[in-house]
């Protein structure tokens, strides 16, 4: 392993360059290895799960790159530097870095001081960054106090920034000055903190000439909440939409006639779009639906989306989804006529979506709809993450009956489910018997990859259950068996 040369051992650690542990431990190995993992490892130092207020290491490795001068400017304002005499390092560290992170910044500067010192000190680093820096790629700059575009350097450094993370908050000029540098940003990721209108942002925007990915999420109090600050953000980005890749959208609360109104102009230019995320999807109606054609899209995920809207955006497709992710509720209970909708969505799933990886789907309990699940799983050989959902709303079944369709589910999923699903979501009270879960599908689930399960009925926390699934677990039937809240199995995003 240690003689591979270094080109196969960057390729290996970049693999790994969300695993701080491991890549800690490749820096003892000899000194190619440490050579290349150095660049990976400061690329973004940022993000390691480090307790910075109680390791100062980063601090004194920046703080080692003040000049003379510096320090000592710092040490009369009585900001306590470390006080360890440095031999020269053994790499020229900044000059590998490519983020900036400044919630992190801020913790591991309050080390020293607080108020105006720590100021002072921040902005001795990031005039440094600005310098050191050969390009800056990603810039978080929540609680960014500095105007950093003014720092010399900046330009060149800026220029190339690809992803920012932001809030509203932000004074307007920050935007201004990165607008004035920052016009190829690919990545923008914006937290809605205060509910006005923010003219720097709308700006930003309209200077951008490769915007493949939009994030927008509320964060605030709602009684705080103004009408029309979502309009001018949202009607400049409508004139990037048809540059759009990625677009995620959460809101705590918009007034019906302005969402129509951004809606009605935003979603049909999304000609590229791949992944569709919205929480609030209640106020479009089927006239603008049908103009939605998105024959790109991988992701769709959606709230209070009814079986038949989904239906329309499904049909309209290129055949490339690899996500189909609704809430169960807004499949069951919004819907009239549950029973032939859902039958049709089987089948439109498996027509449409061969690729299909990660699925939310409604089961309504007949004979009719088992049969289609089966083609499904037969068609769908690239599905991993399944959440099933089943109700007897709208048909009256027997307690019975009820643990027989399920019986039934389970023997359909050991004989067709493909070999690539390796994680099943049981949504609301969705449950089996022991001897059931034991014998149609624990035991018959014996030859294939380990299983997660994730279920929300807390009558798999009762002790014959935990015994059952603890033996399962250990002979390596099952990788993890969880019971959550509801909001956590249906959100086929949240981990197991």
């Known amino acids: ?198 003219s720097g942002i709308v700006k930003l925007i309209e200077v951008q000439k490769n915007l493949k990915y939009f994030e927008w999420t509320d964060d605030f109090d709602v009684d705080y909440y103004t009408d029309n600050h979502y309009k001018e953000t949202f009607l400049e980005l409508e004139k990037k939409a048809g540059f759009l890749n990625h677009l995620k959208l959460f809101f705590l609360y918009i007034d019906s006639f302005d969402y129509y109104i951004i809606m009605k102009g935003l979603l049909p230019k999304l000609h590229n779009i791949k992944t569709l995320k919205c929480n609030e999807f209640s106020y479009i109606n089927y006239s603008i639906l049908k103009t939605l054609v998105y024959n790109d899209i991988e ?25 189909v992710s609704l809430k169960p509720y807004d499949f069951i209970f919004d819907d009239d006529n549950f029973s032939d909708k859902s039958l049709i969505f089987i089948r439109k799933i498996y027509e449409n979506c061969p690729l299909i990886e990660y699925l939310s789907l409604a089961l309504f309990p007949s004979r009719n709809h088992f049969i289609e699940f089966e083609k499904l799983l037969q068609v769908c050989q690239n599905l991993k993450s399944l959440l099933l959902i089943t109700s007897n709303y709208y048909t009256y079944e027997t307690e019975e009956e009820i643990l027989e369709n399920r019986k039934e589910i389970l023997k359909i999923l050991i004989k067709s489910a493909p070999i690539n699903l390796r994680e099943i979501r049981f949504f609301d009270d969705f449950n089996f018997s022991l001897e059931v879960l034991e014998e149609e599908l624990l035991k018959k689930w014996r030859d294939r990859p ?20 603890n033996k399962y677990k250990n002979n390596g039937v099952i990788k993890s068996f969880r019971c959550e809240p509801i909001m956590n199995v249906e959100d086929m995003n949240f981990k197991i």
């Open 1 to 198: 392993m240690e003689k591979l040369n270094k080109d196969i051992l960057l390729l290996i650690f970049e693999e790994l360059q969300v695993d701080s542990k491991s890549l800690f431990s490749c820096l003892m190995v000899n000194r190619i290895w440490c050579e290349t993992v150095i660049p990976i490892l400061w690329k973004n130092p940022w993000c390691y799960e480090i307790n910075y207020s109680n390791k100062n290491y980063l601090f004194m490795i920046i703080a080692s790159y003040l000049s003379d001068d510096k320090k000592e400017f710092l040490k009369r304002q009585g900001i306590q530097l470390p006080s360890v005499s440095f031999q020269p390092l053994l790499f020229d560290y900044l000059s590998f870095c490519r983020s900036i992170n400044v919630i992190t910044l801020n913790t591991i500067t309050s080390i020293t001081s607080i108020g105006y010192n720590q100021f002072l000190l921040q902005q001795e680093f990031y005039c440094l960054f600005m310098k050191k820096f050969s390009e800056l790629k990603c810039l978080d700059m929540n609680l960014l106090k500095h105007q950093i575009f003014y720092f010399p350097g900046a330009e060149n450094c800026l220029e190339s920034l690809c992803e920012l993370k932001c809030d509203t908050s932000n004074d307007p000029s920050y935007f201004y000055g990165l607008a004035r540098i920052c016009q190829y940003i690919q990545r923008l990721i914006i937290v809605n903190t205060v509910p006005k209108s923010n």
């Open 299 to 323: 992701v769709l995920d959606i709230d209070y989306f009814t079986i038949s809207e989904t239906l329309i955006i499904i049909e309209n497709s290129g055949g490339h989804l690899k996500e």
């Open 450 to 469: 380990a299983l997660s399960i994730l279920t929300s009925n807390s009558i798999y926390e009762g002790e014959d259950y935990k015994n059952l699934i």
